[in-house]
């Protein structure tokens, strides 16, 4: 659990100081399997181009954040979403 806290962390920071990122998008539902895939898949494009969280500065190739589909105010709507990420320390 603490890579996956670390890679999401890792990843809002280095969208925030504007770093060149690309997105996994989920669903506009933001369901559950919509948070899980988003979040996989841009762990699995990011490991299938080398990029690792110590070798991210050095890394050419761009690198891959999740993004769940919903405002900010409607993610309490989903108890069950905020369970999960508060179970992975997000």
């Known amino acids: 659990m603490e890579n996956l806290s670390r890679f999401l962390t890792v990843?809002?920071?280095l969208f925030i100081n504007g770093r060149k990122v690309s997105v996994c998008l989920g669903?506009?539902?933001a369901d559950m399997d919509s948070l899980v895939?988003?979040?996989a898949l841009s762990?699995?494009?990011n490991l299938q181009n080398g990029?690792?969280?110590?070798?991210?500065?050095d890394?050419?190739?761009t690198f891959w954040i999740p993004v769940v589909n919903s405002l900010r105010e409607d993610i309490n709507l989903k108890p069950e979403q905020v369970k999960h990420l508060q179970d992975f320390g997000v």
Request: proline share 5%; no cysteine; glycine share 4%.
């Open 37 to 39: 895939g988003s979040i």
């Open 27 to 29: 669903n506009v539902s």
């Open 51 to 57: 990029v690792t969280l110590d070798n991210l500065e």
């Open 59 to 61: 890394s050419p190739y």
């Open 43 to 45: 762990h699995y494009f």
């Open 11 to 13: 990843s809002k920071k």
